[in-house]
């Protein structure tokens, strides 16, 4: 499932360049994105970065003040929240606190007037779908965190709408169950072959429920692409470092070739050789950028080290159960994390503090950034 790829697939939500400008404050700047039917996206950013000014133009609670907003086809301008094909489910839920269960769920269709016979099988089928049937007579505060999140969601999904909008859906909840939770979310989403549109600053959420991500900064979107890639080849400083861990050692480009690059960090990084294509120039400015897990460390100088390969002492461990992080510090005075996977019971790591070691990668592992 891969719309986004086959330049035939319709757009399914669209902001054509939207400006959304608060007073004098732009909040969402000159953004254009295209979202595509029963994708489940992810907007990705720090707090105040516009990721739910995005969402409240798609649901209608905010409108673009330049550019357009399009949901299949047609342009939202002007047409009403209740009147779009969107349901946006908030953190605080925002249950009803004297209604049941069954009577929060059924709060949008008796508006909708539905009739009475319909409202109780859609009401069932949504109590079903969110496994919360013996439940349905309790009031919201008879019920744990979890199920609370599950009949906010049953609600936003009893209109059936084409989009389902979720702001931080999953902040109130602790981890685990968060974590739980996530795997419920993409379950639910491909059952009912919706498009799921999440807010969200968690990296690892939003990684972990989409099929895209978009990584916003200031108003403007710096990558669109699938959790992999940007994992993987994040496109800037700002996308790599926002997602995960990862080292950055500024240098200078010597050689760019068609796929291989060198570049020189000097002093505590040494030489760097990777295979990538990008349009850069020898001379230009870099930032080899690495993730901790795809260095090898070693109590051994490697044989041949002269790409590849940087020497440091070992001057903070941390023990995080299933992997080590392991902090280098480099002879230039800068520092490299790697991490270790801990694949034996072994208390004692056979790599302590203030021991020299090196450090090697092979020239897929990392990649060279120019912004
Ligand atoms: P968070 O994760 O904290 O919710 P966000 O990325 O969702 O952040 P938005 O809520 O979209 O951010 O807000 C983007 C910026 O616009 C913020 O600086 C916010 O203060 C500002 N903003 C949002 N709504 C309004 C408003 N109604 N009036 C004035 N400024 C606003």
Request: hydrophobic share 40%; proline share 6%; aromatic share 8%.
């Amino acid at each position: 499932f891969a719309p986004w790829r086959d330049p035939a697939s319709a757009p399914f939500i669209e902001f054509r360049n939207v400006t959304k400008r608060f007073g004098d404050f732009v909040a969402v700047d000159d953004l254009t994105l295209t979202i595509y039917e029963r994708e489940f996206f992810a907007l990705l950013g720090p707090s105040g970065c516009g990721k739910t000014t995005l969402m409240r133009m798609v649901a209608g609670f905010d409108e673009p003040t330049v550019g357009e907003v399009l949901l299949d086809g047609q342009n939202l301008a002007g047409v009403p929240p209740y009147r779009r094909p969107t349901n946006m489910m908030f953190q605080s839920y925002a249950l009803f606190p004297h209604m049941t269960v069954e009577a929060n769920i059924a709060f949008g269709l008796k508006q909708d007037r539905m009739p009475k016979a319909d409202i109780a099988t859609r009401v069932e089928e949504m109590l079903a779908l969110v496994k919360l049937t013996p439940f349905a007579k309790r009031k919201p505060h008879q019920l744990s965190g979890g199920q609370k999140q599950r009949v906010a969601l049953a609600r936003s999904l009893a209109r059936k709408p084409k989009v389902l909008l979720l702001d931080e859906p999953l902040g109130a909840l602790d981890k685990k169950l968060r974590e739980d939770t996530q795997f419920e979310l993409v379950d639910l989403q491909q059952k009912l072959g919706l498009t799921f549109l999440i807010v969200t600053h968690d990296q690892e959420e939003a990684m972990t429920v989409a099929d895209r991500v978009a990584v916003m900064d200031q108003g403007r979107i710096i990558q669109v692409a699938t959790p992999a890639e940007v994992y993987e080849q994040p496109n800037s400083r700002y996308v790599a470092d926002f997602i995960g861990d990862i080292n950055l050692l500024e240098g200078r480009i010597t050689v760019c070739n068609d796929g291989f690059i060198r570049l020189d960090c000097g002093v505590g990084g040494g030489t760097v050789e990777v295979d990538q294509t990008m349009d850069a120039t020898p001379g230009e400015n870099g930032w080899f950028a690495i993730r901790p897990e795809k260095m090898t460390l070693s109590l051994d100088p490697p044989e041949n080290p002269t790409v590849n390969c940087i020497a440091g002492d070992v001057w903070d461990i941390g023990y995080l159960g299933d992997v080590s992080i392991y902090h280098v510090r480099l002879a230039g005075g800068a520092t490299v994390k790697a991490t270790v996977t801990n694949r034996t019971r072994l208390v004692e790591r056979p790599i302590s503090w203030d021991d020299k070691v090196w450090l090697t990668w092979p020239r897929d592992a990392g990649i060279v950034l120019t912004r």
